[in-house]
């Protein structure tokens, strides 16, 4: 079975935010036996600071086996060093969601 990945946008925190939908349905998609990738972006990388109740369902997912990048970019722009960033959170590229999304067989953002 192909991955799925899930790239969040906004922190789900934040009222309103699809993210927190998202990171449920991720948790939905472990349970079915999937593949599951989240990419943290633009305002989503709030999440690599390791704090809340979001990122404790970000941690369940890694737990469980889902692979978590972050944008790279976005990491800068909101000033998260990579040093800072929890483990399981690697540092990531554009082009390698780029990849991911021509991996996947379920891609929502």
């Known amino acids: 079975?192909?991955?799925?990945?899930?790239?969040?946008?906004?922190?789900?925190?934040n009222p309103d935010s699809p993210?927190?939908?998202a990171l449920r349905l991720?948790?939905?998609?472990?349970?079915?036996n999937?593949?599951?990738?989240?990419?943290?972006?633009?305002?989503g990388v709030?999440?690599?600071?390791?704090?809340?109740d979001s990122f404790e369902l970000l941690n369940?997912?890694?737990e469980a086996g889902a692979?978590?990048?972050?944008?790279?970019?976005?990491?800068?722009?909101?000033?998260i060093p990579e040093s800072d960033l929890p483990g399981g959170i690697t540092r990531s590229s554009m082009k390698a969601l780029a990849q991911w999304c021509e991996d996947a067989q379920v891609f929502l953002f």
Not at 34 to 43: N, P, Q, S, T, W
Not at 67 to 79: I, K, M, N, P, T
């Open 1 to 13: 079975m192909l991955p799925a990945t899930l790239v969040l946008r906004d922190h789900p925190d």
């Open 19 to 21: 993210s927190a939908s």
């Open 26 to 32: 991720g948790g939905a998609l472990l349970a079915s």
């Open 34 to 43: 999937r593949e599951l990738r989240v990419f943290l972006l633009d305002r």
């Open 46 to 52: 709030g999440l690599a600071r390791g704090t809340g």
């Open 60 to 62: 369940e997912l890694m």
């Open 67 to 79: 692979e978590v990048r972050a944008c790279g970019f976005s990491l800068d722009r909101h000033q």
